[in-house]
């Protein structure tokens, strides 16, 4: 079990407000890029898909690489990364 | 394929009708999330599509690989979830589920078949019931071993428990025997031991000895005489520290006081001619050394009373501290007691000084002690108490023993007398 990084803490730390995509854990500029160009520019649009799809990890992760191609890892850290953050101010 | 192209034109609601036919969770069907709805319905429903390998074939071919052992069996257990997806997403999920959980039973069996010695070794010491350790040992011999184990171990203890004890009633026993063996190494002891046995060899050397010579071997400084007590009585308490024995002789004492038990009394009484300390048990008038001590600081035991006589008259010159009389002596705190006891012993230890021919007569006997160096303690205990009366006689002695002179003088007196009577009568 890794640790957690310095950009998953930052982000669960604090409500996301306006937030760009890539302050998201796990999304970089690529897969942010990619998400942009998805129509999912802002955090908050990615927290949306994330609770439409009812928090399922795997239809989420399956979502993130389907759009953005990212990898199970990208994906698990976004992942974990929304679903602290929920957890802690939803 | 008709099913695939019905996924891809029906609407929304119908899809999600349709996955919650499929006993999919219920979740809405969205334009951004249509496409992974699907995947996962054509995986629940089992249909492959050859699409998906083409979309995502590295990625198959990982998890292929991830998988290398897979038993044969475990394919057709997850026939329903097919291997390869259609699409690289969806059927890959369910594809690693799959996966995951024949991964899962290879590890859980190899993990299993890990862990049973582990919990057996942890049981182990917990106690755990035989019952249950043998319904899983029976197919594996590592857990019978493990139980054969079981009761190797408890006899261990058995005997550590036992050991235990003994050791305590040994330590008991020897502090019975004397208490002070305390903290001497085992070299110290064989040395201790060793000079033991030498002083035995002595004190039968002593008895082939003339029995006069004990008296030579008196101590004329520090002695005193106690003519109300009975030596017996004093016996417990005395303790001679004159003898120059270096300071390990206290402690081989308990472990030579077997052999000197063996010794007879008498030779035990000879023993001093090792040391220069009177024996108060050859003696009728009960002198013994001056280094009276409490009963605490007697090295004689209460665990061992009727050797309290023979410890006694052998601590004399074993048990006693070396540079004690050089420490009593020139310390300022000693002065006091030893005025004390000159002040109640001076005419005694004057007449015992009188009695003895010379104080260096004991120099001759101390040089027959292994030590060797006892007559030098005698003389720095008091060499400026010789009196003038002292020296006068132990002149007179040199003289007699020199000269003859008593029979000498016994005829000049005579010769005196018979002049005398001679003027009287004339």
Redo the contacts between chains.
């Keep these: 079990m890794s640790g957690t990084t310095q950009k998953y803490r930052n982000f669960v730390a604090e409500p996301m407000g306006n937030k760009s995509v890539t302050e998201l854990a796990g999304i970089g500029e690529t897969l942010g890029g990619r998400l942009t160009e ?3 520019d802002k955090a908050y649009t990615v927290l949306g ?1 994330y609770l ?3 928090k ?1 990890e ?2 989420f ?3 993130m ?3 953005c191609h990212a990898s199970s890892k990208q994906a698990s850290d976004c992942y974990n990364c929304l679903n602290d953050w929920c957890e802690e101010f939803l | 394929m008709a099913d695939l192209d019905d996924f891809d034109t029906m609407s929304d609601a119908d899809l999600r009708a349709k996955m919650i036919s499929q006993g999919l969770p219920n979740i809405p069907v969205t334009n951004s999330s249509r496409k992974v709805l699907v995947k996962r319905l054509r995986a629940s429903l089992g249909g492959q599509t050859t699409p998906a390998v083409a979309a995502s074939p590295k990625k198959s071919n990982k998890r292929e690989t991830l998988v290398p052992a897979a038993p044969s069996a475990a394919a057709p257990a997850a026939a329903s979830i097919p291997v390869d997806k259609p699409d690289g997403v969806k059927p890959g999920s369910a594809a690693t589920k799959g996966r995951r959980t024949i991964a899962s039973t290879m590890n859980d069996n190899k993990a299993a078949e890990r862990r049973r010695p582990e919990e057996l070794v942890a049981k182990k010491p917990a106690g755990a019931a035989p019952t249950q350790t043998q319904r899983r040992i029976s197919s594996s011999s590592e857990r019978r071993e493990v139980v054969l184990e079981r009761p190797v171990k408890k006899p261990e203890r058995i005997v550590e428990e036992v050991a235990v004890p003994k050791r305590t009633n040994y330590h008991e026993n020897t502090l019975e025997v004397n208490s002070m063996i305390v903290l001497e190494s085992d070299e110290e002891e064989d040395e201790q031991l060793a000079r033991a046995a030498d002083l035995v060899e002595l004190q039968y050397k002593a008895k082939e000895q003339p029995k006069p010579r004990s008296k030579l071997t008196t101590t004329t400084t520090n002695t005193y005489e106690y003519t109300g007590k009975s030596a017996a009585q004093m016996a417990p308490q005395v303790y001679s520290s004159k003898a120059m024995d270096p300071p390990r002789r206290q402690a081989y004492e308990s472990s030579a006081a077997t052999a000197f038990n063996m010794v007879p009394s008498s030779a035990v009484s000879r023993t001093q001619t090792s040391s220069s300390s009177y024996d108060y048990l050859s003696n009728p008038t009960g002198r013994y050394s001056s280094f009276v001590r409490s009963p605490t600081q007697s090295y004689v035991t209460a665990a061992a009373p009727a050797l309290a006589p023979v410890f006694a008259s052998n601590s004399g010159h074993r048990r006693s501290p070396p540079r004690q009389p050089f420490a009593n002596e020139l310390s300022d705190e000693n002065e006091a007691d030893d005025g004390q006891y000159e002040s109640t012993f001076a005419r005694n230890l004057a007449r015992q000084r009188s009695d003895r021919n010379s104080p260096y007569s004991r120099r001759t006997i101390a040089s027959t002690d292994t030590m060797g160096y006892e007559f030098q303690a005698r003389r720095s205990l008091r060499p400026e108490e010789v009196s003038v009366s002292v020296a006068f006689r132990r002149w007179l002695t040199s003289l007699n023993g020199a000269y003859n002179l008593k029979s000498k003088m016994f005829i000049l007196l005579v010769v005196i007398l018979l002049i005398g009577v001679y003027l009287v009568f004339h």
């Design positions: 998805a129509g999912f898909q439409v799809l009812k399922d795997e239809l992760k399956d979502w690489k389907d759009v």
